[in-house]
């Protein structure tokens, strides 16, 4: 297992022709014959990856196996993506990575539902699952708002000598 470069929704086009290893959840997986395209999510967002059967056959095996949520991790190049294959739907929509080694770290069962925000889930299915709830896009933002206001109002209270 090596050590993950940056998280996936921070990976920008700086990045472009240089080797990095990302980490995440399969977000969406969508195979097109000799071409397999996986959204991988974390914390941060979204980054598309490639496995390409025409340069690896045994790697592009082991993506077919790949299911939605399976945690998995991804080494190799990136790369700017063709103007016409553009995503503006994604902060890293502009380029991808060219998988050279992959693993799967944890395969998962299929989820109650879809960690995409734009799907609406009934409030008990979403308490029932709360862990993956909280995997959401607006989970994670309100988690990380929550985090960054209560940091806030306590170096201002400690600016102040307040115990």
Known sequence: MK????????????????????????????????LIFIHLRDR?????????????AELFE???????EYIIEATGTVVLR????VNPNIGTGT????????AILAKAKTPPFT?????????ELRMKYR?????KVRMMKNLKLRHQT??????????????
């Not at 082991?62 to 939605?68: F, G, I, K, V």
Request: charged content about 35%.
């Open 44 to 56: 941060e967002g979204i980054m598309q990856i490639v496995f390409n059967q025409e340069k690896n």
């Open 3 to 34: 050590k993950r470069t940056e998280y996936c929704g921070l990976i920008t086009e700086a990045y472009i022709g240089q080797e990095i290893t990302i980490k995440g959840w399969i977000n969406r997986r969508r195979d097109l014959g000799g």
């Open 150 to 163: 209560t940091k806030a109002i306590r170096n201002y209270l400690d600016n102040e000598a307040f115990l």
């Open 95 to 102: 380029i991808e990575l060219e998988v050279t080694e992959a």
């Open 115 to 123: 960690i995409d925000d734009d799907q609406p889930v009934a409030d």
């Open 131 to 135: 862990y993956m709830d909280l995997r």
């Open 62 to 68: 082991l993506a077919e196996s790949m299911r939605h």
């Open 82 to 85: 063709e103007e016409d294959q």
